[in-house]
């Protein structure tokens, strides 16, 4: 008897990590199903011969925003360079003198 309680011990403990394992394994194939759902979506991956007009438009809103946006960032970090103080050397540089 003690036997017969001690393999349906160990019977229900591998049973119950058998069940971790199936619902670690649907977890991970649902996470990786939605990855790939989600890779698969995304606008600049879609080849332009394949996108109808709609999508045409919102690629070329979407590409003009990205470029106005780069546009900022370069005309600030022109400006921040431009006001920074310039120095003017006299002689060699261990006598600076910024004006």
């Not at 393999?7 to 990590?17: A, D, F, G």
């Not at 990855?35 to 606008?43: G, L, R």
Request: charged share 25%.
């Amino acid at each position: 008897m003690v036997r017969t309680n001690k393999l349906v011990q160990h019977y229900n403990e591998v049973h119950s990590q058998m069940d971790a394992i199936k619902r670690k394994k649907k977890v991970l194939v649902s996470a990786q199903q939605t990855s790939e759902t989600n890779n698969t979506n995304h606008w600049w991956k879609t080849p332009i011969h394949q996108c109808n007009p709609r999508e045409l438009d919102e690629l070329y809103s979407r590409i003009s925003e990205l470029a106005h946006l780069f546009h900022i960032a370069w005309c600030k970090k022109i400006a921040n360079a431009s006001s920074m103080p310039t120095s003017t050397y006299f002689g060699n540089d261990h006598h600076r003198r910024e004006f």
